[in-house]
Structure formats: structure tokens, C-alpha cells
């Protein structure tokens, strides 16, 4: 899951695994805290989340750290950069994966539906990333937060009434290195949020969004 840009909630099937034939293994369960690739990694598959949250991220030389990406329900995690992987993937809460090979990727002789379907995801997740980037490059912090909470909130928020509830595996460290803030900007920013009863928050990894039109609204712009 990228911070793409935000105009309307859309409901978005999340859980329907690709149509393949021969070229997928049987689901992989994995534990939280555990590894699923490492940066420099040579990639053999590819695996779309069925269930669980998984998390993307890079080391600069220096040790800083950047979250690239978080890996919900229907997004596809693994797309190789020269033959490898380019990040870390680790896993924030229990998840149950559908490899891929990727070879279908390259070579969809064998089954060509499935190769187009991954060409597709790889696709998007390009666009999404371009969203992002502009996210980062021209968003003030609270619209980062905003933004973040927004899509999060369209992906897996559970309905309560006018309101909507989420969860937050990732720690406030993780979000300020996904959205380049520091901590401090974004525990501040989302106690502004709940001050102006724009949020709830139930405890450190429960979020309710009571007024989601705002919520939007800042994340396009506009003032508390």
C-alpha cells in the first residue's frame, strides 16, 4: 500500500487471489516478525497478500531508514529490480501470502492470463507510486497524515455507523519513515486531528474516523 492521491471512498475488492493454472504454489503462512526477502535477495516469486500486513523498507548507508510501502490484502509484493530484491519485507501481523512465480512475469507463454493479470498489478503499483512521490514532495504534514489515514481508511476501515474504524499495526516510527516526517510531527498531527474531533483515537493501534469528509478534505488541502 502506497499513499496514493485521494479524491473519493471507492470500495475495492481486496481479497480474490489472481486465476492461475500451474504457475502458483500452495498459500504461504508466515509469522509476524519474521523475514520474507531480504534487499539484493534473487527473486523466484512474487506473493499477493491474502490476509495479514506486511512491510517494505530500505537502509541508506548513513542507517537511516525509509518504509517504502506496506503490503495489505490484494496488493502483490516482490517485483523484481534487475533479476533482485530492492527492499527488505518483513511481516507486521500473521499473513497468509500467494506465491507467484516470476517467471509468469516474464514469460506468460505458460499461462497467459496470469501474466497479464501480474502485469497489471505491476502496473499499478508504478502509478501508486507516482502518487506517492508527489505525496511526499508537495504535502504539508498534516495532509501526509491525513492522506495516510484516508487510504488506509478506504482499504480496511470497519464500519461503526456514520463512522469508520481501523487498525494500525505499524508503529508512529513506521508512519513517519512511510510518509518522511519525523515521529514527534506525526504523534502531534494526529492529536490535532482528534483535538478537532476529526479522529478518535481508542489506543495506540485503534483509530476511528468520525468525520471522514473532512478528513479527506484536509488531505486535499484544505484547513482544520
Not at 500500500?1 to 498459500?27: D, G, R
Not at 518483513?90 to 492470463?113: F, H, I, K, W
Not at 514527534?184 to 483509530?207: C, G, M, P
Not at 471522514?212 to 484547513?223: D, E
Amino acid at each position: 500500500m502506497y499513499v496514493t492521491i485521494p479524491t473519493e471512498f471507492s470500495a475495492i475488492s481486496q481479497n480474490n487471489t489472481f486465476t492461475s493454472l500451474t504457475t502458483k504454489s500452495t498459500e504461504t503462512r508466515v509469522k509476524a516478525g519474521s523475514y520474507l526477502y531480504y534487499e539484493g535477495d534473487d527473486v523466484d516469486w512474487l506473493y499477493q497478500v491474502t490476509s495479514g500486513v506486511l512491510r517494505l523498507t530500505r537502509l541508506l548507508e548513513d542507517g537511516r531508514r525509509q518504509v517504502i510501502a506496506f503490503g495489505y490484502p490484494g496488493d502483490v509484493v516482490g517485483f523484481p529490480s534487475d533479476h533482485v530484491h530492492h527492499t527488505d519485507c518483513d511481516v507486521l501481523v500473521d499473513a497468509t501470502l500467494q506465491p507467484y512465480r516470476v517467471s509468469v512475469l516474464e514469460n506468460g507463454d505458460t499461462d497467459p492470463l496470469l501474466h497479464k493479470e501480474l502485469l497489471q498489478a505491476a502496473l499499478r503499483e508504478i502509478s501508486s507510486m507516482q502518487d506517492h512521490f508527489m505525496m511526499l514532495g508537495r504535502k504539508s504534514a498534516s495532509e501526509k497524515v491525513a492522506s495516510f489515514l484516508s487510504v488506509l481508511s478506504d482499504r480496511v476501515g470497519q464500519n461503526l455507523g456514520d463512522y469508520k474504524q481501523m487498525n494500525l499495526p505499524m508503529s508512529r516510527a513506521d508512519i513517519a519513515d512511510f510518509l518522511g516526517l519525523t515521529t514527534e510531527t506525526v504523534s502531534r498531527t494526529l492529536t490535532q486531528l482528534r483535538k478537532s474531533k476529526i479522529i478518535a483515537i481508542e489506543n495506540v493501534h485503534t483509530i476511528i474516523v468520525l468525520r471522514p469528509t473532512a478528513l479527506l478534505g484536509l488531505s486535499a488541502g484544505n484547513t482544520l
